[in-house]
């Protein structure tokens, strides 16, 4: 094929974008790592250089220790019910009954709805005198303190986490269901299978693939959670709820401690790097064609 | 008969979870809609309400300027999306049909993007914002540009529309080169209008994405004038501490705008033939 395009051109043509990464992405990436070595408590305007103290005070901090355990709390909570529940609702809704567009606006509208809209509706609802404590209390249990009670904050912000992931992975999955060969089930019908056995034989090893897919992105989008933080609990009760974003958000933008924020943001890079490494060599080598 | 019992606990276990989806928001009407005789705490509590009022929403909305915070979510959404369409398709299309000196060097780059979230980089994200007094303390144009630009392109949508590119047959590009066209021509007037369908993807998902956005404006804005919606809401909490019952229209008057933009482009949604789109 003839070469219709100058010599500049592809260059011309990636420039925007490129100008785009350069400043917003990579420069602050590389500085995110500087940061961490200065130490701003003193004046902001006037860091000093401060080696690895930063990370000597990160890992000597009790907060530290409690931020990373939330976390994970948060990620082996909320990803394995991300990745089951989702697919539960994405098989019912894919066998042929009416009604399956108003299901699927319903259960994706948490989706779209704005985080910080779907905080305070369950802010509402955990409301010490709320519905869901009278719920509790007609039950014949104790009244629970949503998230004023520092055993259950952490949970009652996850459930909002959950509730507002569902739809989407539900999608993702409803995609994924449609490549799955239809004369499997006819073959497990004949044979008389149950409802059980015909996906956890035909359903479940077709789509493992998406599953493992749905389990990274919604471990990554965990390690990510802020607003419903900022929103319902501001990471307390006693830190109870407080997560690695929230903790960095506070350090630098409340305490103005920009060294050691960055000290915890790198540790956050290194998780999620982790994480999406393992997500794209694995389950989008076909998305970017590599 | 057995057919019948599959069915109807198939709708049940639905109807169900699609009740779960919606009642926050049900409960939260339910409260805009009482009025002062009602007391929203009482047990038990009461769907439908006894004291039906519009005031709350005429309350919240004489004291709240939702007009304002709706017009600076439409000019930061509105210029996200204006962003990331230019930007994406220019940086799309040479990955997709060019050979040029350092190819794979801007693919992995760009791919590399993917893997570093922003809530691990907005301090310094913020320093720069900063450093080029892009913040509405200077003005609130600069203001404007400073919550767009961090967002102004993403690899997701270099990677979507050079994807686009790659499925428009050559014969297109041979054929508008031999009738005379300059390469920008080539790529605005033909190659553009054939991946319309891709751009459309790429603009609903960035303009949902842009507009739940809480962060970044969070962090940058200083000027109440300036809030875009989210930041809007939040801010309810603190205007009026403990008045659920404004709280709670001013939260369901923000949502409407996406609620009627998503029941308008559902397709798009929850179709799934654009699975995985919008960024978790």
Sequence with gaps: MFKYYGKYAPYLFLLPAGLVLLVFFFIPFFQTFFLSFFDYSASIYQPTFAGIENYVKLFQSPIFYKVLWNTFVYLFVAVPILAIFPLFIAILINQKIRGVTLYKILIYLPVIVSIVVAAIAFKWLYADQGILNFLVTSLGFQKIGWLTDPNWALYSVIIVTIWKGVGYYMIIYLAALMSVPKELYEACDIDGANFLTKHLTVTIPHIMPTIALVTTISAISAMKVFAEIYVMTKGGPLNSSKTIVYYIYERAFENLDLGYASAMAVVLLVIVMAFSLVNILCFEKNKYNL | ?280
Excluded at chain 2, 184 to 210: E, N
């Design chain 2, 1 to 280: 008969m057995k057919k019948f019992i599959e069915k109807f606990s198939i709708h049940a276990v639905l109807i169900l979870v699609s009740l779960l989806s919606i009642f926050p928001f049900i409960w939260l009407i339910s409260t805009s809609l009482k009025g002062a005789g009602e007391n929203i705490f009482a047990y038990p509590p009461t769907i439908i309400p006894k004291d039906f009022t519009w005031a709350n929403y005429t309350g919240v909305w004489h004291k709240v300027d939702f007009i304002g915070y709706f017009v600076n979510s439409m000019i930061v959404a509105g210029g996200t999306v204006f962003l990331n369409l230019i930007l994406s398709a220019m940086a799309g299309y040479p990955l997709a049909r060019m050979e040029f000196k350092g190819k794979k060097i801007a693919f992995f780059s760009i791919l590399a993007t993917i893997m570093i979230p922003f809530q691990a980089i907005m301090l310094p994200v913020y320093l720069i914002t900063l450093k080029l007094h892009l913040v509405d303390s200077v003005n609130n144009f600069a203001g404007f540009i400073g919550m767009i630009m961090p967002f102004a392109v993403s690899a997701f949508g270099i990677f979507l529309m050079r994807q686009a590119f790659l499925g428009i047959p050559r014969e297109m590009e041979e054929a508008a080169i031999v009738d005379g066209c300059s390469i920008w021509q080539l790529f605005t007037k033909v190659l553009m209008p054939m991946v319309k369908p891709s751009l459309a993807v790429l603009a609903i998902f960035t303009f949902i994405g842009s507009w739940g956005e809480f962060l970044w404006p969070s962090i940058v804005l200083t000027k109440e004038s300036m809030y875009t919606l989210p930041v809007g809401v939040n801010n309810l909490q603190g205007m009026f501490s403990s008045n659920w019952r404004f709280i709670a229209a001013g939260s369901i008057l923000a949502t409407i705008p996406i609620l009627i933009f998503f029941l308008a482009m559902q397709r798009y949604f929850i179709s799934g033939e654009n699975e995985g789109a919008v960024k978790g």
